[in-house]
């Protein structure tokens, strides 16, 4: 049974920061790229960083760059977002997602999490 559990959500106010953590079970997690998306009330989920296998080369969206920085563990089977100088536009539920050997920045993933409330306020 495949899980991602996603932690670290939370609320903080404007230029802060929070690190966001997926604990993966039940893949071999080392042969999935993975990828955070979040989703805020009334809008599409959104994409927002994913990393590849081994190299962990990191691809993000536009608004983020420089902000976030997504990171793998592939001993602790665990992905990482760190998020910092966060604003209110950041705020909506953050999911984690696995997706066998090839990233992307589409939804088309094998796996998601539960996600995680991130709450930014101004």
């Known amino acids: 049974q495949v899980q991602l559990v996603e932690s670290g959500g939370g609320l903080v106010q404007a230029g802060g920061s929070l690190n966001l953590s997926c604990a993966a079970s039940?893949?071999?997690?080392?042969?999935?790229?993975m990828g955070w998306f979040r989703q805020a009330p009334g809008k599409e989920r959104q994409f927002v960083a994913a990393?590849?296998?081994?190299?962990?080369?990191?691809v993000y969206t536009g608004s983020v760059k420089g902000r976030f920085t997504i990171a793998r563990d592939n001993a602790k089977n665990t992905l990482y977002l760190q998020m910092n100088s966060l604003k209110p536009e950041d705020t909506a539920v953050y999911y984690c997602?696995?997706?066998?050997?090839?990233?992307?920045?589409?939804?088309?993933?094998?796996?998601w999490g539960q996600g995680t409330q991130v709450t930014v306020s101004s």
């Open positions: 997602a696995a997706r066998l050997r090839v990233v992307s920045t589409s939804t088309l993933y094998d796996y």
């Open positions: 039940g893949i071999t997690f080392s042969e999935y790229a």
């Open positions: 990393i590849s296998l081994i190299t962990g080369s990191a």
